[in-house]
C-alpha cells in the first residue's frame, strides 16, 4: 500500500476495516455524506436517506430488495450501494437506480473518491470502477 497516496491508504484501509468482524462479511449499514448533512442507511432490505435536521428518514427510490452496503458519492448527490449481484447508484433526489457493475459479492466496504473512482473489497483484493459505470479492475490484490 505504501505505493499508493497517503488519502488512498486511509480509504482501503477503511475497506478492508470495515467489511469483516471475526472473519464474516457483514458490510457497511450506515454512511454518513460528506457534509455530514445527512445520513443513509440499510434496513428492511432498503435504502433509507435521513437529513440530520429531521427526524424521518424516506425510503430511497429503486433500492427496495435487498440494498446493501450504502456509501455516498464524494459531493453527496448520489448513494452507491450493491443489489442482486450488481454495484449501483441512485441520486438522492430520486430517480432510477443506474448499474454501475456487475459484483456477483456483497462488497466488503466501499467508498466513492472526488477522482469519480468507486473502490469495494471482494475476496481477491480490492477493486475499483468508474462511478459512471463500467468494467471492475483489481486495484490491490490480497
Not at 429503486?62 to 448527490?77: I, K, M, N
Not at 441520486?91 to 466513492?112: E, F, I, K, T
Amino acid at each position: 500500500m505504501s505505493s499508493l497516496p497517503r488519502s488512498s491508504q486511509a480509504v482501503v484501509a477503511e475497506i478492508v476495516r470495515s467489511g469483516f468482524v471475526e472473519g464474516h462479511h457483514y458490510g457497511s449499514v450506515v454512511a454518513l455524506s460528506p457534509d455530514g448533512s445527512q445520513v443513509v442507511y440499510a434496513a428492511n432490505n432498503s435504502l433509507w436517506l435521513r437529513p440530520l435536521d429531521q427526524l424521518q428518514a424516506i425510503q430511497v427510490s429503486g433500492t427496495e430488495t435487498e440494498a446493501r452496503g450504502p456509501f455516498f458519492s464524494a459531493d453527496g448527490q448520489s448513494v452507491g450501494f450493491w443489489a442482486a449481484g450488481q454495484l449501483k447508484k441512485v441520486s438522492v433526489s430520486g430517480g432510477a437506480p443506474v448499474v454501475l457493475a456487475d459484483v456477483p459479492r456483497n462488497p466488503s466496504g466501499a467508498s466513492w473518491g472526488a477522482d469519480g473512482m468507486v473502490l469495494y473489497g471482494q475476496p481477491e483484493g480490492i477493486m475499483q470502477v468508474p462511478g459512471a459505470s463500467g468494467t471492475p479492475e483489481l486495484l490491490i490484490p490480497v
